[in-house]
């Protein structure tokens, strides 16, 4: 029997391959965007559009379209990327970015907290640039404050839903061929989502909380 799957930021990119994965293998995906693209609508996953992750509305028109439905997976998808420099900052950027990147995906599981039960399951889409360790290059400070943010949400999440049964990744994509990397990168949107999905599944109790890249190795905090 398929698995009932919500995963958010779902119209384009990463978030629409993986909800088409899932679907083809026969699980039931309820995708969540804030307007639906034509590829989204056409690929016979549930939608649930209107939901903006920063805003109390959006969280509201997620909760009242779920409402009571079980969910075995939430895969915490959407996600924003700004450029912010030393020579060019832009703080009210960087506060976008961490209401979308960090909160949004909190504010989406501790609202969705009683449609998860035991052996449910958890996903954040993070990013290596959320690493600390890793940082080489500088820049993008909103994008690398949220993804650092997210990161430690993720391992409080993890150590706190463990007594409800509740399991939690913190997943980098890997470098990625969409909008938001202009279309550079080594993986496709769909290999990237083959991988992430694979993640998914290996998720347990036991390496809950982990930070992992899609290909499966431990990334540095």
Not at 19 to 39: E, F, L, N, Y
Not at 192 to 202: G, K, Q, S, T
Request: hydrophobic fraction near 40%.
């Amino acid at each position: 029997m398929g698995q009932t799957i919500v995963i958010t930021g779902a119209n384009r990119g990463i978030g629409l391959a993986m909800a088409q994965c899932w679907k083809v293998r026969g699980d039931r995906v309820i995708a969540t965007c804030r307007q639906p693209s034509d590829a989204l609508l056409d690929s016979g996953v549930e939608v649930i559009d209107g939901v903006n992750v920063s805003t109390p509305d959006g969280i509201a028109n997620l909760q009242a379209a779920l409402g009571d439905t079980p969910v075995d997976m939430l895969y915490n998808n959407a996600g924003i990327m700004l450029s912010e420099t030393v020579e060019d900052m832009d703080f009210e950027q960087i506060q976008e970015q961490f209401e979308v990147n960090t909160l949004g995906p909190l504010r989406v599981t501790m609202a969705l907290l009683s449609n998860l039960k035991s052996g449910s399951k958890v996903g954040l889409m993070t990013s290596r640039m959320g690493s600390i360790e890793d940082n080489t290059s500088g820049r993008k400070y909103g994008y690398r404050i949220s993804k650092a943010g997210l990161n430690a949400a993720g391992k409080s999440l993890a150590i706190d839903l463990q007594e409800r049964g509740i399991a939690v990744a913190i997943l980098h994509p890997g470098w990625v061929k969409t909008d938001m990397t202009g279309h550079s990168g080594n993986l496709t949107a769909e290999q990237a989502a083959a991988n992430l999905v694979a993640r998914m599944d290996e998720l347990t109790l036991e390496n809950s909380g982990t930070f992992w890249h899609s290909d499966g190795s431990v990334l540095p905090w």
